[in-house]
Structure formats: structure tokens, C-alpha cells
């Protein structure tokens, strides 16, 4: 197993929790943003200049697709800071359009707007940056009243409302953020369990396969050796061939499945002396290049008609993953790079391009 496994309970952050990354989450921002612009653009009346009303609106939507997006738990102050500061500057923006007085309640639109994402930035751990970015509307608001000789406290009585939502909002972020870390963890557990058992299913039946083949080609000889008999050349032969592929289920490891031992095998009928070793390169690859190396390997050992073909897997962390020598009258080293490449010394007269080519020379 990979550590890819673990990749979603390292994403995962209290959004999760609270079901922000749904479909549902979307509709409902979606309605939000609905309804946000329709208010925005229906209390028109005695507004300045429109343009910038919507760009109000533009400003408070973004900051809440922020919320739903941005990465990180708890999220991270580059992210925190626009957000919390398009609450104050869309204030400025839209409250400086308005008449004075306001035709109506609803031309403070975007106050509940930017309360709205300033409550689940508190969620998403930045309270602190919340409360900047209300009290920000605040100053905004009481300096707009201030200067239109409505007196400072006006501005500073239609915005306070949104200091209690807010209170509230950090409240629960400080009671759900810890439980959602707590749900995160144990998910991250149950993974981590899974995997393991997982591995251990999957060791515990190669551990199967491997008695299964020692048994089906080590009972016969270990009946007749018990009864006595002496053994025929034969049976002798079949005995080496045996202690040979035991061995080479120790030693190779993650390099022998059933079609490189049969190709070991057939080998080592013809006379080719066959050394096998696994140094644990192969344990933490994906089984695609796991499968490449022992289709080389295969190849080689079908191609090779005496002598010796020593392959080698490597440790991890190496460029070259597995290493296999021909010896006969000659010598032919392959080797299959981490990459995936395959090179061999008769490269240059482009023989074992790739693993499923034969490394027999041509002609």
C-alpha cells in the first residue's frame, strides 16, 4: 500500500463535517447568491451609481465562494484576510450610493450579506479576522452617517446587529471545531485500520499461494524420501529444482509471481544457474511497474541458455529500481530505472526498448 491511500483524510477539514463541500452547500450558496444580487439591484431607489452597488455584491459573493474553497484548516491567514476585508470595503462601496436618508431598510443589504460568510469564517477558525471584518463595517458605517449630519450613532446602531450572530458563530466554531477534529481523526483511524488489514489479507494470501505451490511440489518428493527409496537421477533433478524455487520464494520476494518462477524454472532445466534478490525497491511502487520489472525478468530468463542471470531489486530511494546480468560467454546487463525505462547494454543497436520486448540479440 501507498501512502496515496491517505490522501482524503489528509484533505479532509471541518468542512467535511458540516457537509460545505455537497451539492446541498452548493444550492444553497447558490440561492444566496440569488438572492443577494436581486436585493442589490431592487433597492435602487435614489442610489448613486449602480456599478458600483453590484460591485458591492461581486465582492461579497466572491469572499463567500471563498469560504466554501479555500483550503486549509485552520484557514490560512492569506486566505483569512481578503475575506474579512471584502466585508468592510463592500460597505464602503455600496453605503456611499445611498440617499440620505435611505429609502428603506433594505438598501443595507450587504451588512446581513457579509454577516452571512463572516459567521462560517469563524467556523473555518479565523475568528479573529471575523471580528475585524464586522467591526470594520462598523467604522464604515458610523463614518458615512457622520459625514451625511446623521450623527455617528446611527451608522454605528444599524450595524452593531450583526455582533450578535456573530458572538454566536464563534461560540459554536469553538464547540464544533474540536469535535470535528476529533470525527477527522478517528476517520483518518478507521483508514489507517483498513489499510493494514487490507495488507495483512493480502500477505496472508500470498503466504497461502506460496504453501500451496511448496506443498503441491515438495509433498511427492518428501513421500518417497520418507518410504526410503532411493531417489532416481530424476527425482534428484526434481529435488534441486525444488530447493531451488524455496529459495527463490525467500530471497526474491515482490519479483516472483507464477509466471517468473515457471520461466526460473524452465531455466534452470536448460542449465542456467538462476540468483534471485529482492532488496524491498519494489514494495512502495504501483503494480503496473511492479509488473514491468517482472516481464524483464521473465524475458531475460527465457532468453537465456546457460550461464547465469542474476537479478537484483534494489533498495528504495535508488534511480535505478532492478538490475538483471546475463553471463554466458558474454555479458548483458538490463536495468529498469524508477522511471519505468528499461536500458540495456545493446541499446545502441535499439534491442529492449521496453519491458515487453525480448533482450535476445537479433538475428
Known amino acids: 500500500m501507498t501512502t496515496d491511500r491517505m490522501n482524503r483524510t489528509v484533505r479532509d477539514d471541518v468542512r467535511d463535517i458540516l457537509g460545505m463541500r455537497t451539492r446541498a452547500a452548493w444550492g444553497l450558496s447558490g440561492l444566496f447568491a440569488v438572492s443577494i ?94 471580528w475585524a471584518g464586522v467591526l470594520g463595517q462598523i467604522v464604515v458605517c458610523a463614518w458615512w452617517t457622520t459625514r451625511t449630519g446623521q450623527g455617528w450613532l446611527t451608522g454605528v446602531g444599524f450595524s452593531f446587529i450583526n455582533l450578535t450572530p456573530l458572538l454566536m458563530a464563534t461560540f459554536f466554531g469553538r464547540v464544533v471545531r474540536p469535535l470535528a477534529h476529533s470525527i477527522l481523526a478517528l476517520r483518518q483511524q478507521d483508514t489507517e485500520r483498513a489499510a493494514a488489514e487490507a495488507a495483512a489479507q493480502a500477505a496472508q494470501q500470498e503466504r ?3 504453501v500451496a505451490r511448496l506443498d503441491s511440489a515438495a509433498r511427492p518428493l518428501l513421500e518417497i524420501i520418507a518410504s526410503g527409496r532411493p531417489l532416481t537421477a530424476q527425482e534428484q533433478a526434481e529435488c534441486r529444482l525444488v530447493e531451488a524455487e524455496l529459495r527463490d520464494d525467500i530471497l526474491g520476494g515482490v519479483m516472483i509471481d507464477a509466471s517468473v518462477g515457471a520461466a526460473a524454472r524452465c531455466a534452470r532445466q536448460r542449465g542456467v544457474t538462476v540468483v534471485l534478490d529482492d ?18 525478468l521473465r524475458d531475460a530468463l527465457d532468453y537465456a541458455d546457460g550461464g547465469t542471470v542474476t537479478a537484483r531489486v534494489l ?49
Open 37 to 130: 444580487t436581486s436585493m442589490a439591484l431592487a433597492a435602487d431607489e435614489g442610489i448613486r451609481d449602480l456599478r458600483l452597488t453590484a460591485l458591492a455584491a461581486v465582492l461579497i459573493l466572491g469572499a463567500g465562494s471563498a469560504i466554501l474553497l479555500a483550503p486549509g484548516d485552520p484557514l490560512p491567514t492569506p486566505f483569512a484576510v481578503p475575506v474579512a476585508a471584502a466585508a468592510p470595503l463592500s460597505a464602503a462601496l455600496a453605503i456611499w450610493q445611498l440617499p440620505v436618508p435611505m429609502a428603506n431598510s433594505t438598501q443595507i443589504w450587504f451588512l446581513g450579506a457579509a454577516s452571512a460568510y463572516l459567521n462560517f469564517l469563524c467556523v473555518r477558525g479565523a475568528p479573529l479576522w471575523a
Open 279 to 296: 532488496g524491498g525497491g519494489l514494495d512502495e511502487v504501483d503494480a503496473e511497474l511492479r509488473q514491468q520489472v517482472r516481464t524483464v
Open 315 to 363: 533498495p528504495p530511494g535508488r534511480s535505478t529500481l532492478a538490475s538483471i546480468l546475463l553471463r554466458d560467454n558474454g555479458e548483458l546487463r538490463i536495468e529498469v530505472e524508477s522511471t519505468g525505462a528499461v536500458r540495456s547494454d545493446l541499446d545502441d543497436r535499439q534491442l529492449v526498448r521496453d519491458a515487453k520486448q525480448d533482450p535476445r540479440p537479433a538475428g
Open 208 to 210: 497461502d499461494e506460496r
